[in-house]
Each structure stands twice: as structure tokens, then as C-alpha cells.
């Protein structure tokens, strides 16, 4: 999408409707190489060097007739240093020069740099909440979970077992419990979405409680002193089950 939106300002074809994305420039940007468009946070996190260099490269004109334009993946994961060293090129940006800013919610960003923006919410994609699409080993881990939240059984069986949790795991089950609830709260769940069926069972109060539960789940994966992942699984699993229990009781989580 933040290609699609670059190519939208430097195609020369473009129409109202979006970029040809057939000419070079579509092509270039597409491919990652073109001059005016700097890609950064896809393999590596954005460092504070990272952000110097934007900064330098900011202050130039674009070479080509449009826009200069710098994207920055999972910018949630920009440090203090980073984010403030950002916010000052932000704050005083030259013609021509858009920022885009990347990441899974709004809220994991620092506000200060969400002031100076511009939100464009995405929906989830549709295909991606199906159970069937995950990989297998995330495939087992939404199954227990999900089977936890119906039984209260099988969860602790799981993330007892040595190594068997990593912080890379546990985002990713945060993650797909995320989409889950998304898709509920839009009224999207099906039953090939097993979390997203589970959580549209809960009134509003208790969604709002689970994406609270999931944020801090995610924040604490997060920290740069990092927490037990398994902890931080058996933490989020504990209290989704009880969000569950009590709307089926009628109360309130
Ligand atoms: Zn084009």
C-alpha cells in the first residue's frame, strides 16, 4: 500500500483512480529501487543512524519531477531516539516530501508522531482471517487457545513445555487474536476463524477488554528488556478465558 501511495505521487500516468503501475517509475518503486523512494524497517528495525541519513536525504529535492518519499516499516518499533530525531525533519518537511509511517495500530506509535500525520486505517484482508491459511505450527497454538477459552483445558500443557514458546511465536498468536477480534467487531467472523467466532460472542464491553488485554500483550513483547514470552501467552490466555466466562454468565469482564 505505501508503494501503491508512493507510485500514486510520482506516476506520470496517474489518474485520480491511481498510478498506471506500468510505467518505469510504477516499475522502479514496485522493484524497491527508485531514487525517490526510500524504503526502510522491512528487514532490519529503523536505527537512529537510519534516521540521520533520512534526514540528510529529506533536506534534498526529489530527483525526478514528483515526490520524495520515505517510507518507514513497523514504525512501532522506532525507539525514543529515533522517533525524536524523526519528529524535528517532521515537523518542518520541505515541498515534495512525504513521510509514511507503518504499523499494525495507531496506538503503538508515539503520539507525538501521530499528531503530525495523516491516519489511513486498513481494513484487515479478508483471506488472511481463515484458520486454513495459517502455518501449521500457529495453526496448533490457535486450536489450544481457542479450546482453552470454550474448557479452561490444554493451555498450560503447552506453554510449559521448554522452548516451546518464543517472542516471535507470541506476537504472532497476539497478532492472529487481533485479526480475530477485528474481524468480530466488524461482524466478519465465521466459523473458519475460530478466534474471530469465539470473541464475536462477547458484548461490546468484553471486546474492548480483549483488544486491551492484546495490546498490552503486545507492548509487553515489545520492551527492549524483553518479558518471558510463555508468561506473557499464559497472562493474555488466563484472562481472555475469563472475558469468556463472564459474558456467558451476563457480567461484565
Ligand atoms: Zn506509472
Known sequence: MAKWYAARLNCPHATPEGPCLDCPVCLQIGAGVFQDCTLLGVQEPVTIDAVREVRVRAAEAPHGGGWRVIVLAEAQFLRAEAANALLKVMEEPRQNLCFLLLAPQRGRLLPTLVSRGWVVTLPWPLPD???????DDLKNWVEALDTFLGTGRGWFEKTSVKNSVDADLARRLVLTAQKGLAAALARRSSSE???????????DSG????????????RSLDLPTPVNPALV???MAVRLYLAVRRSLKGGRP
Open 193 to 203: 476463524c475460530r478466534l474471530g467466532a469465539r470473541f464475536a460472542s462477547l458484548p
Open 129 to 135: 482471517l481463515a484458520d486454513a491459511t495459517l502455518p
Open 207 to 218: 471486546c474492548a477488554y480483549v483488544d486491551d488485554v492484546l495490546a498490552q500483550c503486545q
Open 233 to 235: 501467552l499464559d497472562w
